[in-house]
Nanobody, 119 residues
Framework: QVQLVESGGGWVQPGGSLRLSCAASGRIFGISTMGWYRQAPGKQRELVATITKSSSTNYADSVKGRFTISRDNAKNTVYLQMNSLKPEDTAVYYC?????????????WGQGTQVTVSS
């Protein structure tokens, strides 16, 4: 069983920075793809960034050049450094762990952390 616990959300002014963290329990963190997704009020959940077990990264066009995803396998933790934040980045941010096993895919979500960007 895997549990994901996000932290680091909060309020920040436009142009500011925040770093989100997601700590994972269990033994499959190091062989899983980790991701950050977000959901704004009235909108569907969308991909923000992913990082594979070999640390290949992928970003939504809207955050390229501003956000950086990274992972520390020794700490079972994935991070999202968010710089130059905009009001449209306001959302609940969710951590995701995706793992392909021989018996099928596994998909876990954290509880979410609120990020609010406003003046």
């Amino acid at each position: 069983q895997v549990q994901l616990v996000e932290s680091g959300g909060g309020w920040v002014q436009p142009g500011g920075s925040l770093r989100l963290s997601c700590a994972a329990s269990g033994r499959i963190f190091g062989i899983s793809t980790m991701g950050w997704y977000r959901q704004a009020p009235g909108k569907q959940r969308e991909l923000v960034a992913t990082i594979t077990k070999s640390s290949s990264t992928n970003y939504a066009d809207s955050v390229k050049g501003r956000f950086t995803i990274s992972r520390d396998n020794a700490k079972n933790t994935v991070y999202l450094q968010m710089n130059s934040l905009k009001p449209e980045d306001t959302a609940v941010y969710y951590c995701n762990l995706a793992f392909e096993s021989v018996v099928g895919p596994y998909d876990y979500w954290g509880q979410g952390t609120q990020v609010t960007v406003s003046s």
